[in-house]
């Protein structure tokens, strides 16, 4: 039989995770993730699929991010008709996330048609609605960690814990193939091990074909173990001089992440009782689902949550839904935190946040993601003298702090660790996931240790 696989997204880039999988008898996808970069190459890129959305009898989804979840409501709206298989928690993180998207998709194109206008173009459409991606919903079909799920006549998956975001899973797809069974792991995206709430990422085994991600292939992260004590001392340091700490941050993992560091801060008495916000109505939404789903936490997490400890702080921390609160926060000149997203300053209210903070030498933005290629956020982490927001110059005066420990990926060497027992059983590792120059450091690192390790191109489809 013939077992193909075709890399359409997340291939030799970071985003737009898409992988089809054909058997003789069956065709399903793995993620179906938003390419995120310059707007016209957005809609191009995500606006067709290079298959037929009802021809598919499934999508299994790896996790909630936009870049691997974020094209669903357009696929269903393009007549994808079969389940989306996924973790009980991806399914309902999606709810939020995929909601979010659709807001995002209608205001981009609100503001494409103004310029239309002005251009005499005609107006284009959405992407997709709110409304749509509240209708991709009744898709989902959620499932725990660990059980082996019957997709097709001939592939089954299992999902492990990728130790990434709440509800990642690295999952497990096995292929009937006459008598034999294909085994095939998908760790895109992978974690890494010691993160605060969650497991670490459960190692796949006796694998066949490993497709794996490399947006870090070619750096190292700092220790995870020190980013408590880094975090106390950025924040006095910020008080210290009067001024605000700006934190651009994912809404989903990383804001919960430093919620929950912040607060064992406080209650050890490490920072000083200064105003907290977590401001950002997504961020609010996708905590509130994080309280939902402890049978995703690690150990440490889940005591202090059943007895009772509050751990990410929600009595304490201000989670802001409302559009005046947030704004007044512009008027209030005490020392605090505000943690907004989007997390690479590109959208959302951490934008105004910046307009407003950017030129206070007292300030600091402290950065604790991963800032991709033109955005707003890379220049800050470039720290270039200005830099454009809303259209206007504004000079960057503010203290820059970037904390690297923060990252959910998987670096250079863990990935390398995660890979290394694989290496008497694996037939083929396909290396995607990461800006060109990164996969290939991780592809020549396997060569060298003599993995059998290949860089698909972008479209390309191939036999296993
Ligand atoms: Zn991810
Ligand atoms: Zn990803």
Known sequence: MSIRVKFIGAT?????????????????????????????????????????????????????????????????????????????????????????????QEEDVKYVNKIHKRKNLPPVEPLYTRKDAENSLQYFSGHPYGQKINVTEDISVTFNDAGHVLGSANPLIEILDGEKTIRLGYAVDLGRNNMPILNDPVRLEDLDYLIIESTYGGRLHDSVDSTKDRLAEVINSAVQRGGKIIIPSFALERTQEIAYYLNQLLQEDRIPGIPIYVDSPLAVNVTEIFIQHPECYDKEMYEAFRSGKDPLGTNRIEYVRDVEKSKNLNFDDRPMIIISASGMCEAGRIVHHLKNNIGDPKNTILVVGYMAENTLGRKIVERQEKVKIFGEEHLLKAKVEIMNSFSAHADRDELYEYVKPMKDSVKKIFVVHGEESQSKIFLELLEKNGFPAYLPAAGEEIEL
Do not use: W
């Not at 003789?24 to 037929?52: A, H, V």
């Not at 993180?93 to 979010?100: E, G, N, P, R, V």
């Open 12 to 104: 030799r880039t970071v985003t737009g995770s898409n992988f089809l999988v054909s058997t003789d008898k069956s065709k399903i996808i793995i993620d179906c993730g938003l390419f995120q970069g310059r707007r016209e190459e957005y809609y191009t890129k995500n606006s067709s699929f290079p298959y037929d959305p009802a021809e598919l009898d499934a999508c299994i989804l790896s996790h909630a991010h936009i870049d691997h979840s974020g094209n669903i409501p357009n696929l269903i709206k393009q007549g994808f008709g079969a389940r989306i298989l996924t973790t009980d928690a991806t399914r309902d993180l999606c709810s939020a996330m995929l909601t979010d998207s659709g807001h995002i």
